[in-house]
């Protein structure tokens, strides 16, 4: 059929037309083979402009519509949506970015830049001429969802969900439910505790019966796509029955001889290889850690409900869509850092935050009362060595928040803020002030002179030019020195890399754009929730749990799922299965069948992402990419190309 072709060139108000000489484009182009329609427009994503060119559409019966405007990640659905809705399929759409590839590259060029524009919009023209209706691949859905991690965010994603009538299985790889959560007490703003806030989300979420919950869990295979994830999770037993005998549990956990750093505590005391959670910890149950027990039978001889005969379990999970809230780890400064593992009494902030938490009366180290405490922003976080240039921007505030709850439960310390400029925003700036008006002690350094911590013999020396006072050499002779430390990716990330879960420069789990994608992935059917995306508070980490659990809903809540049919099609008569194409596909979306007695490669489109990696690979050009063929990419090359 002849293609009939609107093309609308935009001036983005003065974003495009400043640079490019937009009428000049529009008048190169209205000749153009199939061309019936040239326009210029200052905003193309307007509300008139689209009710033009769904009247336009319909009153030129146009088979194909070319805007040249911003870019396709802001506006390509945009015009889509404009092209279905004047009944054209949006896949005879195409679009031409000469705003960032053209106005904006080369603003010192309006002549270079107006005949750049030129060229990109006769190579979208020439695509257009190919384009062809499209309709979506069908998947059937599985209407349920797994939750990898239960700290809030992902207690609050399971509520949300459940409250949605969704099945949620939540797999935890702890014995014990809360996160990070569940470690500390007071937090900012509310001075709500971590164990009033997880037991609050677990009592909400453990009443529900479409909720199911497996501890001790890790999922170890993953076979499938969105609509259809197989999961084979293994489940760790505790090696004690549920229905335990408290008083003989104690007694057990009492004789046993192995003695661990406490985890929970990050490792300022200690446990035994049979312990019990702590209050803000659940299930309420005791397990034994068989990494570190011996064997020994002490605790067996004491209680009956030591159970060594327990077996790991292997439990096949049928899901349609999987949500990653596997939360973060505090940052761990090297030796030295600081005077960190060199210095008996430099801590980091969560260790510092189980300190009160763990002493009453007086604040105690290693035996000797605490008075002067010297906190050091920005440990692990806005530093190049290290690779970690990001604000942690939860690490001012926490630090702020401890230093007023220490001083109001030990009145007699003195708190000193050696930082690099205070970030405590919107409504925990209150912190901030009420801080300094209990007398702390705040001390400013410059990005290239950080303080320096040295030992006297009996303490530690805090040195800092201090930018506040002009750059004035000040110390501190502190009893304590806690490293305020930010949030870094899990070191055991493993399914992540299991899922195929595109990090960012951080190391943290990418979203696909954070404003209009906040909680998708690149993988289809996976979204992403809380810290393990990048540093967040609580508030934050809900807010992202909530808009996660209602992306994944969408996914699985009609039955049916629609996906980009823009997939790799493989010739089979030309296809020799030679195994290059699979090796290049990193989303393992290319498997080997029969045609006959010939094996030949086979597409699953619902995991395929038509990214075309295949496509260069293949020694006999047996490959092609649904709406990016062979034609309609050479005929954009001739029109690149010509004078």
Known sequence: MEKKIGVYVCHCGGNISDYVDVEKVRQAIEDEGGVMLAKTTMFACSDSNQKDMVDDIKKNDLNGVVVASCSPKLHLTTFGNVSERAGLNKYNYVHANIREQVSWAHSDDKAGATEKAIHIVRAAIAKARFTESLEPNKIEAQKAVAIIGSGVAGMKAAIELSNMDCPVYIIEREFFIGGRVSQWGAMFTTNETGKEVVTRLYNDMIRRPNVTVFTGAEVIT???????????VKITPRYVKEKCDRGKLQQAIDACPVVVPDEFNFNITSRKAIYHNFPSEYPQAAVIDMKSCTRCG?????????????????????????????????????????????????????QFKRMIELNENKLMHQGKEVKNIAYIYCVGSRQEEGGNTYCSRYCCTSAIHASLLVKKKYPSVYNYHFNRGIRTYGKQESLYYDSSAQGDIYLQAYEDALPVVTWNGSNSIVKINDILTGGREMEVEADLVVLVTGMVPRAENSVGTLFKLPKGRDKFFNEIHMKLRPVETFIDGVTIAGACQGPKNIMESVNSALSAATKSFSYVSKGELETEPIVAVIDPVL???????????????????????????????????????CLPVCPTDAIELIAYSNNEIESMIDALAHD
């Open 575 to 613: 296809c020799t299965w030679c195994d290059a194409c699979s090796k290049a596909c990193p989303f393992d979306a290319i498997s080997m069948t029969k045609d006959g007695t010939k094996s030949i490669a086979l597409i699953n489109n619902s995991v395929c992402k038509g990214c075309g990696m």
């Open 298 to 350: 002490k605790c067996e001889s004491i209680c009956d409900n030591i159970d060594f005969s327990q077996k790991e379990e292997i439990l096949d999970i049928h899901v349609g869509s999987v949500l990653m809230a596997t939360g973060f780890d505090p940052y761990t400064p090297h030796d030295g850092e600081f005077g960190y593992n060199e210095f008996a009494n430099v801590v980091t902030l969560p």
């Open 222 to 232: 993953n076979v499938g796509s969105i609509g259809d994830f197989k999961l084979k």
